[in-house]
């Protein structure tokens, strides 16, 4: 068999290569894969194939004879009477070798022997042997059912040595096979229940100890012990060694098989191998179903490749396979996830259209999706569509909503979700209150917020750290900062870690406090206990140091900020422009935007409008011109704050030329008139004049 382990691998090109994307297994050096091509099943060594051996239990005594016979006469003649009276009279006398040895006598009456065996085990355990046959004898009858349960029955037991059993119990398999049914599903069937319960050494070992006898398990036992590997590396590279060398015995891989190594490598994140696997079944003579696709759409979705995805979708179109479900559900879920809910929806109508009824997965996602964007109205609407398709919605799609209308501060409405909720019987969890209370805080509502933390409480509900800070930032917010300490202080003394969101509420409330000392202060203590301030905490820091004007200290933390790291948002780039514009340092506001261009980060229109208002204020409406226009060439549009700073700043410079204006007509008329006046006077002097001359 090592002779072809090489040549089958050239089959599977990408397969032989799969060490170079997922490296040496753990513990494994990297010369392992020379070692795995190189390995073979245990069975390997074995060319010729042994006979079974011959069933020959302990041969009975004349008297055991006799009274196997009166047993055997008995229950067959009085066959519809109960066993145990009928057999009352041989209690006493019956032994473990009596039951072999009726069961022998009687083994082609498969009725009577259950009840015989039935009888028989309320008076002693059965012995390995007999469980054995019986095992046999219902694998001959058909009987799958009963021949798994009484194989998962004696696994079940407590204080078993594993090891020793199993051997014993294989032993006895293979010693009753030839005379009590000869049946090779009875191999089949104890693997199977080898895997069930988790013995996939012992399942190995068991199929390297039949092949020997020329028995080789069936492709549908060798997917469930595919499909029960572990989902890690270890699990793969079993599964790998399983896929390539089986074939070699006979085994055939069929596309459930191929499924099934497809969703193993989905699971550790390769995708790719996956995709190329799913190549490989076609050029192997399997046809790839709905599950393999959906699989690596699953897949793909999960990493974000939409276009891949889509290319996946129209193979299955040219296939004639029509997405499941499930396929649908993923591509939902990454449309949302990419922010494109209408094309989600899309997609939905695309799949009702289709004949496929959406579950309550596909409803769920969608919901949340159209939330998370702000579509409160549509996700209203898909909710109670939802409930016409009978499907009801649970907690998750109920909080979807709740955190939706809590984002948007519609309180009322969100209440009466929740009221909604509680009267399905529904009970609300620590992420539903905490989406309320978190609502409650941002409109300013806090004896609600502290009315359903305390019912939390009362219910076992244990607030979070999330549940806490959204307290916290809300007593901030309402300017209650001492009691939003104490709030804190408590939080760690039930054993609670704040967390980065916590500390920035904190700042965010000392600076809107104006105690620009205090919130530096804590942003040192966060380094102190290991927490690392973002950008959202030096944003906080700078927008307050702005607005007092310091200007100097607001650029030493831009600085800082810069040093360890952290990325500017374009909110810290407009905090840093409108300071500099309140501070009337027009030349540092165009030298920041001009630094922003060049570095190819695209101001918004609150940069842009923060530059034009400051301009506007000195009445320089060419400058304010110019900024418009670079503001439109960059492609940012202008919002209905723009058009206001335009229009107040152009009425205030035209207000300012008619006054101006005005006044040039005042100063005019009056030198007209101061002129008249003039000549009218030297008019009047003259004749005085010219008789004081005469």
């Not at 490749?305 to 996946?312: G, I, N, P, S």
Request: with cysteine; charged share 20%; aromatic share 10%.
């Amino acid at each position: 068999m090592k002779r072809f382990a090489v040549s089958f691998l050239g089959h599977f090109p990408q397969l032989s290569s799969y060490h170079h994307h997922l490296g040496s297994p753990p513990n494994c050096s990297p010369m392992f894969l020379n070692r795995f091509l190189g390995q073979t099943l245990l069975c390997s060594s074995s060319t010729d194939t042994r006979p079974f051996p011959d069933y020959s239990p302990k041969k009975p005594t004349i008297r055991d004879s006799e009274f196997v016979h009166q047993i055997t006469s008995t229950i067959k003649l009085r066959r519809f009477e109960p066993l145990p009276r009928i057999l009352k009279p041989y209690e006493s006398k019956f032994q473990s070798n009596h039951l072999i040895w009726v069961l022998m006598k009687i083994k082609n009456n498969y009725g009577l022997v259950l009840d015989f065996f039935e009888w028989a085990c309320l008076h002693r355990d059965p012995t390995l042997e007999v469980r054995s046959i019986v095992v046999q004898i219902a694998v001959a009858s058909k009987d799958l059912k009963m021949a798994r349960w009484l194989i998962l029955d004696f696994w079940r037991k407590t204080n078993l040595d594993v090891s020793l059993s199993f051997t014993h119990f294989v032993e006895q398999l293979l010693y009753t096979y030839k005379d009590c049914g000869s049946n090779p599903n009875v191999f089949d069937v104890f693997f199977q229940v080898l895997v069930e319960v988790e013995m996939l050494d012992e399942a190995m070992k068991f199929f390297d100890k039949i092949l020997n006898y020329g028995v080789v398990i069936s492709v549908d036992s060798w997917n469930l012990y595919l499909s029960r590997l572990p989902d890690n590396l270890h699990g793969c590279w079993k599964a790998m060694k399983v896929f390539i060398e089986l074939p070699q015995v006979g085994v055939c891989w069929n596309t459930a098989s191929y499924n099934i190594l497809i969703h193993l490598f989905c699971q550790l994140g390769k995708i790719k191998d996956a995709h190329l696997l799913l190549l490989q079944m076609e050029l192997r003579g399997c046809i790839p179903d709905v599950v393999s696709y959906s699989t690596i759409i699953n897949g793909y979705c999960h990493i974000g490749e939409l276009q891949k995805v889509l290319r996946l979708i129209r193979e299955m179109q040219i296939k004639q396979l029509n997405p499941n479900p499930c396929t649908y559900n993923s591509i939902i879920h990454l449309l949302c996830k990419m922010g494109k809910v209408v094309e989600a929806e899309r997609i939905l109508r695309e799949m009702i259209n289709e004949g496929i009824y959406p579950d309550f997965v596909v409803f769920s996602t969608l919901i949340d999706g159209l939330c998370k964007r702000g579509n409160l109205s549509a996700a209203y609407m898909l909710f109670h569509e939802m409930q016409r398709w009978r499907i009801m919605p649970d907690l998750l799609t109920y909080t979807s909503l709740i955190c939706g209308f809590c984002q948007i501060g519609n309180m009322i409405e969100a209440d009466k979700i929740f009221n909604e909720m509680c009267g399905r019987g529904l009970e609300p969890d620590e992420v539903t209150c905490t989406a309320l209370i978190d609502g409650y805080c941002k409109v300013g509502k806090m004896k609600d917020a502290f009315l359903l933390h305390n019912q939390m409480v009362q219910v076992g509900l244990v607030p979070n750290v999330v549940t806490c800070t959204a307290l916290a930032d809300g007593l901030c917010k309402s300017g209650e900062l001492d009691t939003a300490n104490e709030l804190l202080h408590e939080m760690c003394g039930k054993g609670l870690q704040l967390n980065i969101i916590t500390y920035n509420a904190m700042v965010n409330g000392l600076c809107k406090a104006g105690n620009i000392v205090e919130a530096t202060k804590l942003m040192e203590d966060m380094e102190v206990v290991g927490l690392n301030p973002d950008t959202f905490t030096y944003t906080t820091l700078m927008d307050a140091y702005c607005k007092a004007g310091d200007m100097s200290k607001a650029q030493e933390l831009l600085q800082r900020m810069l040093d360890r790291g952290l990325q500017p948002t374009i909110v810290t780039f407009n905090v840093l422009m409108n300071g500099f514009c309140m501070s009337g340092m027009l030349e540092e506001s165009e030298r920041l935007l001009k630094w922003m261009l060049d570095k190819g980060i695209t101001p918004n229109v609150i940069t842009y409008n923060s530059l034009m208002k400051q301009y506007c204020i000195r009445n320089n409406m060419c400058a304010t011109t110019a900024v418009y226009r670079g503001m439109c060439a960059q492609g940012v549009l202008p919002d209905s704050n723009t058009y206001n700073i335009l229009i107040k700043g152009h009425s205030t410079v035209c207000t300012f030329l008619a006054e101006e204006q005005w006044m040039d007509e005042r100063l005019l008329d009056q030198s007209v008139y101061l002129h008249s006046l003039e000549d009218e006077e030297y008019t009047l002097r003259r004749p005085q004049m010219h008789m004081l001359i005469i």
